[in-house]
């Protein structure tokens, strides 16, 4: 079964800070993740996925199968970082169609302080 | 690109109704869609996996009568919640794929209240 652990609910930084949300998972196959966000009063958004090795608004994430984590960094936090953060994994696909299942973790909700 | 859109945003019916909820993607064609619930401070959760012109596939625990769900086209789902008791007021929220994807773009939500 997969499962996606986010052990932290809320993680409060100051701003200039470096922030890092801790996400680990559990599958038997070759995981594919992804950090989700999602701001205030906003749908959740794509923020960056382990296989364009990317960084967005200064966010990097990087999958270490060794320790099964996909931990989401960032050297300085901004007040405009503060949000709710999900990991999620991309699972085997569901139904004829063909479309992938992600699993969620809990979220972890960052509060970036003045 | 990669819009999803929701309707309605937010719905309050009576116990015992059916309510049904609108999910399309607006710029692109959806092969996937998936359903999801969310209760408050708690994670997404999968109830069913939406393909257009099959049967949806439905996670373990989740009633297919309750949850009637129809794709049918590649810009549209529906999810309709029949009978709908007070339990059953949750947030619920589409995502949809494109070209078999992973990588899912999600709509804004729908909040449901059954009084």
């Known amino acids: 079964a997969q499962r996606v652990t986010q052990p932290e609910k809320l993680l409060s930084v100051f701003k200039g800070a470096p922030v890092e949300l801790k996400c680990n998972y559990s599958?038997?196959?070759?995981?594919?993740l992804f950090w989700y966000v999602q701001y205030s009063r906003q749908r959740l958004q794509l923020l960056l996925r382990?296989?364009s090795r990317e960084s967005i608004k200064g966010f990097t994430a990087d999958l270490n199968k060794g320790e099964t984590s996909f931990h989401l960094k960032k050297p300085f936090a901004q007040e405009e970082d503060s949000a709710m953060y999900y990991c999620?994994?991309?699972?085997?696909?569901?139904?004829?169609?063909?479309?992938?299942?992600?699993?969620f973790g809990t979220g972890t909700q960052l509060k970036v302080e003045l | 690109g990669a819009v999803v859109s929701q309707h309605p945003s937010w719905v309050i019916c009576k116990s015992g109704t059916s309510v049904k909820i609108e999910c399309r993607s607006l710029?692109?064609?959806?092969?996937?869609m998936f359903w999801y619930r969310q209760f408050p401070k708690q994670s997404l959760m999968l109830m069913a996996t939406?393909?257009?012109?099959?049967?949806?596939?439905?996670e373990q625990g989740v009633e297919k009568d309750k949850f009637l769900i129809n794709h049918a086209s590649l810009t549209l789902s529906t999810l309709t919640v029949t009978s709908a008791h007070p339990e059953d007021s949750s947030f619920y929220i589409c995502?949809?794929?494109?070209?078999?994807?992973?990588?899912?773009?999600f709509g804004p939500g729908t909040r449901l209240l059954v009084l």
């Open positions: 995502s949809a794929a494109r070209d078999r994807g992973k990588t899912q773009y």
């Open positions: 599958y038997s196959g070759s995981p594919e």
């Open positions: 382990h296989i």
């Open positions: 999620a994994l991309s699972g085997p696909p569901r139904g004829p169609g063909g479309g992938n299942k992600l699993t």
């Open positions: 710029d692109f064609q959806a092969t996937t």
């Open positions: 939406s393909n257009e012109g099959s049967k949806a596939t439905y």
